[in-house]
C-alpha cells in the first residue's frame, strides 16, 4: 500500500537558517504529494502541492519537488522565521491521504 | 469563502459513553473524509463520504460510524468509547471524485479526551 517516510524531528533551527525536512514514498501509481503543516493547537494547512513527476511546488517561500526516481518529495526554505515553528507532514494522495509521522521545526530568534 | 467547520472544538467524555462530532465542508465541496490525530502522531483515515454513503473506509472498528446530509455536512459517531480513543479529530473535504482533485482542506478538529 501507500505510505511515507518523513524525518524525524524535532529540528532547531536559528532565524534564517536553511530548512531541509526529507520524505520518502512508497505508492502504486502516480498519486499527488503534500505537504501540511499544523500550527500549536490547531488543525492542519496546505502548506504545498504537486501533482505530477517533476512537479514544484512552492508557497511562502517553502519548495519541495516531486522526483519519481528517488521517490522523494524534500521540503526546502531558504531562510526561517520564528513564524515558521510547527509541525510538518509530508502526505501522499489519493482517495484518502496518507501522512508520515511530522516533523516538529523549532525556530529561535 | 467559508473554510471547513467543526464542532464541538473540545470534548470531554468517559468510557463507555458515546460521541458525535460534526462537519461542514468547504463551500463547494461534496467529499468529506474523517482524520483521527493521536498525541505526536500524522493522521489516520477513518472513511469517507461521497453523495450521502461511505465509500471508503481505513482500518477502525464498527464503533466509528457516519453519515453525511445533502447538504454534504457530515457527522462521525464513536460508540462505547475507550480511552484509547482520546485524540484530535480532522475533517477534511475535497471534491475529489467528482474532479479528480486530490487536495483535501482540513477544519480545526475537535479534540477529544476520554476519561
Known amino acids: 500500500g501507500n505510505s511515507v517516510t518523513q524525518m524525524e524531528g524535532p529540528v532547531t533551527l536559528s532565524e534564517e537558517a536553511f530548512l531541509t525536512i526529507n520524505c520518502t514514498y512508497t505508492?502504486?501509481?502516480?498519486?499527488?504529494l503534500f505537504w501540511y503543516v499544523q500550527y500549536p493547537g490547531e488543525g492542519l494547512q496546505l502548506l504545498l502541492k504537486?501533482?505530477?513527476?517533476?512537479d514544484k511546488g512552492s508557497n511562502k517561500g517553502f519548495e519541495a519537488t516531486y522526483r519519481k526516481e528517488t521517490t522523494s518529495f524534500h521540503l526546502e526554505k531558504g531562510s526561517v522565521q520564528v513564524s515558521d515553528s510547527a509541525v510538518y507532514f509530508c502526505?501522499?494522495?489519493?482517495?484518502?491521504?496518507?501522512f508520515g509521522a511530522g516533523t516538529t521545526v523549532t525556530v529561535r530568534a | 469563502d467559508a473554510g471547513v467547520t467543526q464542532s464541538p472544538t473540545h470534548l470531554i467524555k468517559t468510557r463507555g459513553q458515546q460521541v458525535t462530532l460534526r462537519c461542514s465542508p468547504k463551500?463547494?465541496?461534496?467529499?468529506v473524509s474523517w482524520y483521527q490525530q493521536a498525541l505526536g502522531q500524522g493522521p489516520q483515515f477513518i472513511f469517507q463520504?461521497?453523495?450521502?454513503?461511505?465509500?471508503q473506509r481505513g482500518n477502525f472498528p464498527d464503533r466509528f460510524s457516519g453519515h453525511q446530509f445533502p447538504n454534504y455536512s457530515s457527522e462521525l459517531n464513536v460508540n462505547a468509547l475507550l480511552l484509547g480513543d482520546s485524540a484530535l479529530y480532522l475533517c477534511?473535504?475535497?471534491?475529489?471524485?467528482?474532479?479528480?482533485?486530490?487536495?483535501?482542506?482540513f477544519g480545526p478538529g475537535t479534540r477529544l479526551l476520554v476519561l
Open positions: 477534511a473535504s475535497s471534491l475529489y471524485p467528482t474532479s479528480g482533485e486530490e487536495t483535501q482542506y
Open positions: 505508492a502504486t501509481g502516480y498519486p499527488s
Open positions: 504537486a501533482t505530477k513527476a517533476d
Open positions: 502526505a501522499l494522495g489519493g482517495y484518502k491521504l496518507s
Open positions: 463551500s463547494g465541496h461534496d467529499t
Open positions: 463520504y461521497y453523495e450521502e454513503e461511505e465509500r
